[in-house]
């Protein structure tokens, strides 16, 4: 059975850094595929990879995802690991010539923590390997990553000393190096508190209208915040509205309004249904790189979320 480091049914206890000795670094399955245009690892490849670090035994994904065996026969709880849609970064770790990529992994075991991992992969020999893997924290949200000089580093909003699991306010930018064990936090350094101020400067365009549903790619859906105002299209119309933020990452939104025009009764329906739950927002976070707005939908929750314009390839 595998289980998670750490976890008090486990095997013992081993540290997280430091794993993935270079002598037993797993393969990626079709590594000798042609590379990305940078000559990093090409998507799929990062989708269907081997990873260490994790788990006391390695995972191979597929598809971006892999599922094991419940804990406990016949019990709901199983550990799962999924490859998360961005940000990744490109760049050469380790000063050989050659363009590595850092990916983030999610891990959970069906409770309330959702671990974060930071993943670098890279070719050596001819094969792909996962050179390393490196657990960020519970529940920590990423706004961006970058590949520089020689580091993998990530602004994240992680849990500050007053801050419960669930919600965490403290921004902070970390930074990991690739070392011959594996990866290795070197820095953090924690840079304030989280504020709507920190989605400013972007053009938001929405993907999903809830977790388990895509927006429609055509008509576009955006958001910008500017001067304390959100506008935006609504994909037919214009909309704008104020927006304030009593706490750190709680949202409460004015009326909206919008321009007047008319357009196919398709598009004024999905139009209507982004209006109605933009005006329930009650919070934002950040999920590896993208936008969460999280309104009430009768007697629960759902979430808007969207991908900055700048962010696209």
Known sequence: MIQRRGWTRAAP????????????????????EESAPDGAPTSEQLANATYKGIYEETV??????WEGEPFEPE??????????????ATGDLDGDGT??????????SGGSGSYLYVAAVGRRNGSLLNLGTSLIGDRVQVRSMRLAEGRIELDVVQQGPEDA?????????????????????????????????DFEGSEWVLTQLAWTEPAPTEPEITLVLEDGRIS???????????????EPTSLTLGAIGTTRMACPTE???????????????????????KLVLRYREQDAMSTLLFTAREAER
């Open 267 to 289: 598009v004024m329906e999905l139009e209507a249904r982004y209006l109605t739950a933009l005006s329930d927002v009650v919070a934002y976070s950040f999920l590896a790189g």
């Open 165 to 197: 699991a669930c919600c965490p306010t403290q921004k902070a930018t970390r930074a990991w190096e690739l070392r011959p064990d594996g990866l290795a936090e070197v820095s953090s350094q924690v840079t304030g508190t989280v504020s709507i101020a």
């Open 232 to 246: 935006g299209s609504s994909g037919c119309n214009r909309y704008f509205a104020a927006v304030g933020e009593p």
């Open 60 to 65: 191979r994904l597929q598809g971006g995802s």
């Open 75 to 88: 019990g709901a709880s199983r550990p799962s690991v999924r490859l998360l849609d961005g940000p990744r």
């Open 99 to 108: 363009r590595e990529a850092a990916v983030l992994l999610t891990e959970s």
């Open 13 to 32: 206890t081993m540290a997280v850094v430091g794993l993935g000795l270079l002598a037993c670094r797993p393969s990626v399955p079709g590594g000798t």
